[in-house]
């Protein structure tokens, strides 16, 4: 996550995410799954700037308002959106009552597995901690992720991550080598909730030993073999256009493909920067065969 500060505001990059391996081990009494997942931060951003913003009531005190502007007119920008759960959870665990003007530049597909929401309430908690000077360390502003979200906390621990639990306990991982994607975005997003129920927990989950090793190599021939989702079966049966365009990328011949997260978006994992171009020349030239779905070139982030 990138932090600028100017004069009078703050700016954030947030980037996406993408799961090379997600497996669930288990479905938990308060209704979430216990996962084991390899998370890596990908160069996809949302934008978000904050700026100090004091009005007054007629009282004459200092009224803390929230005003989100988005440019993406689907998104809500009212109290239920995440960014706002964010400011509301930084106000009542730092006692500052300040007012906060919010501008989001949309560009990470939603409902889509590529954890966009998710990052823009962390980039709002790390945003606010920078822009109101409150010092919070990362394992504060992880413990508040939690609170948000599963993989919100993931995004303090970027580039990547082993993530257990809901997803929200975080070792990070070093990645030895740039990984090189082509994200595949179908115009019609996932719930994951609805994601998550209709998926079957396995008797013998597997244990990502051999994906960390890949990871830790920096064997992406390897990795490519290893790409596993537990969730992409439940997330075809919701969307075919998921298994539509897992096999249209595994008939360009990546290192490996696979669904992110609960979807509905799918990666290719490339060998180098310029497979990654070419493939996604190749699926833009096919466009008309895509069903409106998006492609981005993506690399890990640093
Ligand atoms: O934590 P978050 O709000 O992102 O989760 C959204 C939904 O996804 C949860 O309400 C739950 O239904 C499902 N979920 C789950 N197990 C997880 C994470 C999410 O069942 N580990």
Known sequence: MLMRRSATA????????????????????????????????????????????????????????????????????????????AVELVRRESGRSDGVGIRLWKRIPMAAGLAGGSSDAAATLAGLNYLW?????????????????????????????????????????????????????????????????????????RSGAAIRQAVAAGDVRELGRQLHNRLQPAAERLCPAVADLFARLAGKGPAGQLMTGSGSTLFALCRQAGEALSLARALHSARDELGGARVFVVRSCD
């Open 10 to 85: 703050v700016r954030v990059w947030a980037p996406a995410k993408v799961n090379l391996f997600l497996e669930v081990l288990a479905r938990r009494p308060d209704g979430y799954h216990e996962l084991a997942t390899l998370m890596a931060a990908v160069s996809l951003y949302d934008t978000l700037e904050f700026t100090e913003k004091r009005s007054q009531t007629k009282f004459g005190n200092e009224e803390g308002a929230t005003a989100l502007r988005c440019d993406h007119p689907s998104l809500s920008t009212g109290p239920e959106n995440l960014v706002c759960r």
């Open 133 to 205: 000077r409150l010092g919070w360390d990362r394992s504060k502003l992880i413990r508040l992720g939690a609170e948000l979200g599963s993989d919100v906390s993931f995004f303090f621990a970027a580039p990547a991550a082993w993530c257990t639990g809901r997803g929200e306990q975080i070792e990070p991982l070093r990645l030895s080598r740039a990984l090189d994607f082509v994200l595949i975005a179908p115009p019609v997003g996932l719930s994951t909730a609805e994601v998550f129920r209709g998926v079957a927990v396995p008797s013998e989950p």
